[in-house]
Each structure stands twice: as structure tokens, then as C-alpha cells.
């Protein structure tokens, strides 16, 4: 069946780096992926909708230029955390429909991010 | 506005209990989609269902079941006698027709006790 990974699975870094997350569909073409952030004991909140070929649409409260997203191909979708803080550390998790078909969405084991 | 309410955080059952999990969605969709997730501690989602709006037919899939009712909004998640296994927070989700976005209940824990 369908599959999302993510690389790397957990990232440690110091605070004011950058880290990239990188989300690839396998076997399948996604012109649209989700990236959602999940804090500890919460759910999961959708940050933003990439889209291939075009900007990310970003939901309200997510600073666009501190999740910065490229969605460079059709089966690989970044997110680039820049001057990375402690409070974002958390897990991010990525999801991916294939095309035309909405109701099939497949989500990546997730990243989890500490930031010291 | 989409919205999808669990309001159990966290539940406690005996092994072998039955259990059920609520879920209240809101959304002026005409068609639209509900999901029932699971998360075990490592974090990776296990998709349990899919139900699209114009099905109403309740779900059974060995000892999970799942009752839909358009008429009261609600998708709600039934373990029948519940495992140790079974233990993991329960995600109950919603997708509109406008865009693939799901939106998240806020989960519900679920401690199953030998």
C-alpha cells in the first residue's frame, strides 16, 4: 500500500540552528501535503497545506517564515524550522492524499524535534 | 468552520470491558469524510476507519465498531472486550469536501488495566 516516510525520524539540535524535515511519498504522487505539529499530550495541529509547484498555505498563527516549506517535487515535501527554539520542539508529522483521491491520506511516522 | 469535539480525555477500563469512545463533529460540508486514528506511545498513527457522509451503515471490524448518526453529528468507537493492547490515545478526525485538510479531535487516552 501506500507509504509516507519522513527523515530523520528525531533531530536534537542547539538553539538558533536550522533543521529540515523532509517527507517523500513512496509509490504514489502527492500535489499536496500537510505538515502537522504535535506537543506533548496534545493533538495534532495542522500547520500548513504544501503544494507542489506553488507556496504553502500556511493556517493562522503559523509564522510563515519560521516554517519554511518547499514542496520541490511531486513525492517530497520539506520543512525547514529556522532559528530553531526550545518551545518548538515537538513532533511533526507529515500526511499525504493521493491525487484525486481526498479521502485516501496516508501519514508519515512523524519527527520529533528537540531543541536545546 | 470545521470542528471535531472528544470529550472524554481520558478514560480507565478493566481488560475486557467494553469501552466507547465520543465523537461530535461540526461541519457545513455536504460531503465529508471521518476518520478514527490510533497513537501507541511511539507516536506513528495507525489508521482504524474511514466513513464517508452519505454512509450511514454502522462498522464492525473484529472487536472495534463504529456507530455512525448524521441526525446527532457523532461517530463514536466501541471496543469490545478491550485489551492491554488496546491502550493509546484515540484520535476521532474530520475532512471536508472544499480541501484534503483533516482536522483532529483533541484525543481521547484510553488505559486499559490488567
Known sequence: ?116 | AQKVTQAQTEISVVEKEDVTLDCVYETRDTTYYLFWYKQPPSGELVFLIRRNSFDEQNEISGRYSWNFQKSTSSFNFTITASQVVDSAVYFCALSGNRDDKIIFGKGTRLHILP
Not at chain 1, 493533538?43 to 507542489?52: P, R, V
Not at chain 1, 509564522?63 to 525547514?80: C, M, R, Y
Request: proline share 5%; hydrophobic share 35%; aromatic share 10%.
Open chain 1, 1 to 116: 500500500g501506500a507509504v509516507v516516510s519522513q527523515h530523520p525520524s528525531w533531530v536534537i539540535c542547539k538553539s538558533g540552528t536550522s533543521v529540515k524535515i523532509e517527507c517523500r511519498s513512496l509509490d504514489f504522487q502527492a500535489t499536496t501535503m500537510f505538515w502537522y505539529r504535535q506537543f506533548p499530550k496534545q493533538s495534532l495541529m495542522l500547520m500548513a497545506t504544501s503544494n507542489e509547484g506553488s507556496k504553502a498555505t500556511y493556517e493562522q498563527g503559523v509564522e510563515k517564515d519560521k516554517f519554511l516549506i518547499n514542496h520541490a517535487s511531486l513525492t517530497l515535501s520539506t520543512l525547514t524550522v529556522t532559528s530553531a527554539h526550545p518551545e518548538d520542539s515537538s513532533f511533526y508529522i507529515c500526511s499525504a492524499p493521493i491525487s484525486g483521491t481526498p479521502d485516501t491520506q496516508y501519514f508519515g511516522p512523524g519527527t520529533r524535534l528537540t531543541v536545546l
